[in-house]
């Protein structure tokens, strides 16, 4: 009896004791952890692959001539004939002014810092000049009964 005593006292202090081995497992997993944050801190490519691959972008503004794109202009006339008024307003501008004879009437106005379309769009709105613009050339069209066509797609229902 003596000696089962023994054997259960043995194997009862043998079950408390720690393994003699390290955890293996909890090691390699450290191990490819730290690999993998290794690599991905690495660039993937040289740099000579990725400036051949993309090109640097260089932003150059296009070079245009010292003058502004559309020109500012002060316009005051008082009871002017328009299309005197039609041919100051693009004096100076690069557009070109095309005026029928049939354009009559007289224009007062005073406008400040106007570009040549504002100056179009402010005797439109007072007297009623149509104007079409095609490239550099404005078409001025006479106070009068205009008739339009326009095509409407619909569904017919």
Known sequence: MRR????LALVGLSACATPGGRNTTADTIRHEMDAAVQESAKPSKPDAVNNAL????????????SKPLEVKFDLTVNNTPASQVFMAIVSGTRYSMLVPPDVSGNISLNLKDVTVFEALEAIREMY?????????RIFIQPVSLQ???FQVNYLTG
Do not use: N, Q
Request: charged share 20%; hydrophobic share 45%; aromatic share 10%.
């Open 4 to 7: 089962i005593l023994w054997v």
């Open 54 to 65: 993309l090109p640097p972008l260089s932003v150059s503004m296009p070079k245009v001539d």
């Open 128 to 136: 009623g000049y149509e104007y079409k613009v095609d490239g550099a």
């Open 147 to 149: 008739t339009r066509i």
